[in-house]
């Protein structure tokens, strides 16, 4: 049987691989994604829903008959410019998102953290990913799947200068840099995501970067 997918980050880097991904799964009917602003995706089976994050409750109908929420959205310090609005799309978002789906019987989350993800980091960043990580896991999901790659590399519509640096400085020194530090293809990354939301163990699983190839 068929199952809907609600997907949160659908214009994101990884979102958007996952889509034409999740179109050719047969396994898949509907893929219900929560935006921020209108887009057209071109996915026959997206949805496209603009919601009010801060209210996503208004929404909570959105969740109905879904089977696994694959949450992607993220963020960086430079974008958000402040700490509070950083931690508005990386931790609460997702907190609520999990909240709605667990209370509308979704049995499946998998959400992207990242590489050394840690509440008790000293990175603000790596503290948040970890602080969502930890929030996520007492929800009581059948299955929680906890993605942390490196550099995410893949085509993005706006280039960070950052990433090319790095993306430049890791094809450089390939050999010297221990593997969990290579970067991440973000298309393999999407495809791992997709297999494991609707057919995957239960429990909590957490994949780090050496093992997303």
């Known amino acids: 049987?068929?199952?809907?997918?609600?997907?949160?980050g659908a214009t994101g880097l990884v979102g958007k691989q996952l889509l034409p991904i999740l179109q050719a799964n047969d396994g898949v009917s509907e893929v219900t994604c929560l935006l921020r602003r209108p887009v057209n995706l071109g996915i026959e089976?997206?949805?496209?829903?603009?919601?009010?994050?801060?209210?996503?409750?208004?929404?909570?109908?959105?969740?109905?008959?879904?089977?696994a929420v694959i949450c992607c959205i993220g963020t960086t310090m430079k974008v958000a410019k402040t700490r509070e609005k950083f931690q508005i799309v990386d931790h609460y978002i997702p907190k609520v998102v999990a909240r709605l789906?667990?209370?509308?019987?979704?049995e499946?989350?998998?959400?992207?953290?990242?590489?050394?993800?840690?509440?008790?980091?000293g990175s603000f960043y790596l503290r948040v990913k970890g602080s969502i990580e930890n929030e996520l896991k007492k929800n009581g999901f059948h299955r929680l799947m906890i993605y942390r790659p490196s550099l995410l590399l893949g085509h993005r519509e706006k280039k960070r200068f950052g990433e090319l640096v790095m993306?430049?400085?890791?094809?450089?020194?390939?050999?010297?840099?221990?593997?969990?530090?290579?970067?991440?293809?973000?298309?393999?990354?999407?495809?791992?995501?997709?297999?494991?939301?609707l057919g995957f163990e239960?429990?909590?699983?957490?994949?780090?970067?050496?093992?997303?190839?």
């Open 1 to 8: 049987m068929s199952k809907k997918v609600v997907l949160v």
């Open 45 to 67: 089976k997206a949805r496209a829903h603009v919601v009010d994050f801060m209210n996503l409750d208004q929404s909570r109908n959105l969740f109905d008959g879904a089977s």
């Open 101 to 106: 789906a667990k209370e509308t019987g979704i």
């Open 108 to 121: 499946s989350y998998s959400l992207v953290s990242s590489l050394g993800a840690n509440p008790l980091s």
């Open 167 to 197: 993306a430049l400085f890791f094809r450089c020194f390939f050999w010297a840099i221990p593997k969990k530090y290579h970067p991440t293809d973000s298309f393999v990354l999407a495809k791992l995501m997709a297999e494991h939301a």
């Open 202 to 213: 239960n429990g909590v699983h957490i994949f780090e970067s050496s093992v997303i190839k």
